[in-house]
């Protein structure tokens, strides 16, 4: 079994897979104070789901992360408890993919396995839009190369500036309001951001295939499918995405058994 982990700023992303199948998926809230004591606990109740342990059933872990401190507890938990060290994507790891940004240090590896999934799955020119802490777009060459993209602030974190600076504004429940043209202050909230941010997403991916050409455009993270449903250049939604491209990037750096 593989375990890939995909450590965001506001969650982690567990995946299990099994082969080419993922088995299971869990999502925990990042906490960079958690110990690797900690994560391997939580890890190991999300394996007993299934009847499997640390002891005899994973055979690797591959991780991205853009929080450091949870690099280096998953690092010391995977050494602690499984035996091995694991794959991470970062700089020496083999992606199979070509990194075009000036600095391809300074592509976050969630943008990296985000590609190399993409591309494994739809070929290019690809556009891919993550609805994470941010919203990232990423752009793929037909010959499979990272080009770059674009970063958005996120939804949620955009909502949560909107309700912080204005009082009489309150959460909402992230959902397609009845009409454009909201009848209430929650459905006006609603319409702004979900109308909003779709038209944001094709006015970009309008953009990039000004220089692209007609490319497949590929949806993930949480929001991916509330906002693809609106959308009228997203084709995909692949909720999995990142996982799926660590997977294939665990396949061309696992050590040899």
Known sequence: MLLAIDVGNTQIVIGLYDGEQLLDH????TN??????????LINDF????GFSFDDDVLGLVISSGVPRITASLREMSERYFGFPPVIVEAGVKTGMPVLYENPREVGPDRIANAVGAFDLYGGPT???????ATTFEAVSAKGEYLGGAIVPGIEISLDALFGRAALLRRVELVEPRNVIG??????????????????????VQRFERELGECTVVATGGLGALIASLSTTIQHVE????LHGLRLIYEKNAPAS
Not at 127 to 133: C, N, P
Not at 191 to 204: E, I, Q, W
Not at 239 to 242: A, F, S, Y
Request: hydrophobic share 40%.
């Open 183 to 204: 009848k209430t202050t929650v459905e006006s909230v609603q319409s702004g951001a979900v109308y909003g941010f779709s038209a944001l997403v094709d006015g970009l």
């Open 47 to 50: 394996l007993g789901f299934h």
């Open 32 to 41: 960079d104070e958690r110990t690797s004591d900690e994560h391997a606990s």
């Open 26 to 29: 869990w999502r925990i809230a």
């Open 127 to 133: 556009v891919i839009v993550d609805f994470g802490t």
């Open 239 to 242: 909720p999995w995405l990142t």
